[in-house]
């Protein structure tokens, strides 16, 4: 149910196949992000529309709104949200670290304040994975300490041998979750999780790897990561958080030849074009990132030719389509010119056809690679890609 299978190889970049118990995803593979269980103004059917195979969903923003429980009441979370494809949630880990306000950590977990009522809550290793037990994901994620990117090596140390130790415990929660071990065990919030609130259908678990920009952690954590477990899948966490893009690179390079081929891998949070053609260049099979649908809200859409603001006045007469190669709805109707007009008019339609845009973009973008990965032509491909994509000298 939780197979991976490599299908063609270029250089060390791969396409395969995800097999997970909401179907098959092909990779490589850009997910767009569900925060609070929708991707923000697209509906399942535009996500269908565009090809999204599987969509991830956030663990910090379901617990704390509408609370896990409601989910799982209506139906757990691929129908609260009526997407029946494959779904992801993380595991709350970044989003607890990155909040502006009160946290603190300690080994059992981190207290933090709720960016919606104030209110102090917890999340530890065991809660994050009843919690994505409770949603019901396709994959879920272990609870990482995630640190800023320019984290000396004792603190990127520290919290890379804290995410072990985390792992172990969610590795160990994840056991006995699915093999309905969860008896009316009372959890740290005085909620229960209670047999008929499972989900009827199984879950992986996937770590994160931490470490910070430092590439001898890096190494470590990928060893201690693989002796731990038989993983389905492996995540590279802590990068894109303002480290230059370089450090991102060599860090891949040093980890990935470490994974074993058929274990596939994940760099969260990572979405631009030009970091998803690097980052499969070097072994990367899936991808994440609110890029598309926020700068899409933004007016920014991405095109061959590189990023375009559709504010600027230069398209206010212009007939043509945002992205001549483009087949998604946004690029077949309607012309710059009138999504100008939408976003200087401040309309809400406008909003929505850049976000599909742009998730449009970046998904035909992984497909096209998974293309010339299987024409064993990846790195021409590439080439050719880069040159158009940064000639305008704007990306
Ligand atoms: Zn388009």
Redesign the pocket.
């Known amino acids: 149910m939780f197979d991976f299978t490599v299908d063609a190889t270029s250089g060390r970049a791969r396409a395969g196949s995800l097999t997970l118990p909401h179907g098959t995803v092909e990779t490589p593979v850009f997910m767009p992000v569900g925060t609070q269980g929708t991707v923000r103004a697209l509906s399942p059917n535009d996500l269908r529309s565009v090809g999204a195979t599987l969509v991830l969903a956030n663990t910090y923003h379901l617990h704390v709104r509408p609370g896990e429980h409601v989910v799982a009441t209506l139906g757990a979370l691929h129908r609260f949200m009526a997407w029946d494809r494959p779904l992801l949630t993380d595991s709350g880990g970044f989003q607890v670290f990155s909040l502006e306000g009160f946290r603190r950590v300690d080994e059992d977990g981190v207290e933090f304040q709720s960016h919606v009522d104030g209110g102090r809550r917890r999340l530890t290793p065991e809660r994050a994975t009843e919690i994505q037990w409770t949603l019901g994901a396709d994959i879920a994620m272990a609870f990482d300490h995630v640190v800023p990117g320019g984290a000396d090596e004792a603190t990127a140390r520290d919290a890379l041998e804290r995410t072990l130790r985390w792992l172990a415990r969610c590795a160990q929660r994840h056991r006995e979750l699915a093999d309905g071990r969860t008896g009316e065990r009372a959890v740290s919030d005085g909620a229960v999780v209670r047999p008929s609130a499972r989900p009827p259908i199984r879950q992986t678990l996937w770590p994160i790897l931490q470490g910070g920009a430092h590439r001898a952690l890096r190494e470590e954590g990928v060893r201690r990561i693989l002796d731990m477990n038989s993983w389905t899948g492996l995540a590279i966490g802590g990068l894109s958080v303002g480290e230059p893009k370089p450090v991102m690179y060599n860090l891949l390079e040093a980890v990935e030849p470490r994974i074993p081929s058929p274990i596939p891998r994940y760099l969260m949070g990572v979405g631009f074009p030009e970091d998803l053609v690097a980052a499969v260049e070097r072994g990367v099979d899936l991808f994440d990132c609110v890029a598309p649908t926020r700068n899409g809200r933004n007016g920014s859409a991405f095109t061959p030719d590189g990023p375009v603001n559709i504010r600027n006045a230069e398209h206010r007469e212009d007939p043509r389509?945002?992205?001549e190669s483009?087949?998604?709805e946004?690029?077949?109707t309607f012309s710059r010119g009138y999504l100008r007009h939408l976003f200087v008019a401040e309309e809400l339609l406008g909003l929505r056809l850049l976000s599909?845009?742009n998730v449009?973009?970046l998904i035909r973008l992984a497909q096209d690679m998974r293309a010339a990965i299987r024409r064993d032509a990846f790195g021409p491909w590439a080439d050719a890609w880069r040159r158009r994509y940064l000639r305008s000298g704007s990306a």
Do not use: A, E
């Open positions: 389509p945002l992205d483009c087949d998604c946004t690029c077949t599909l845009h449009r973009y």
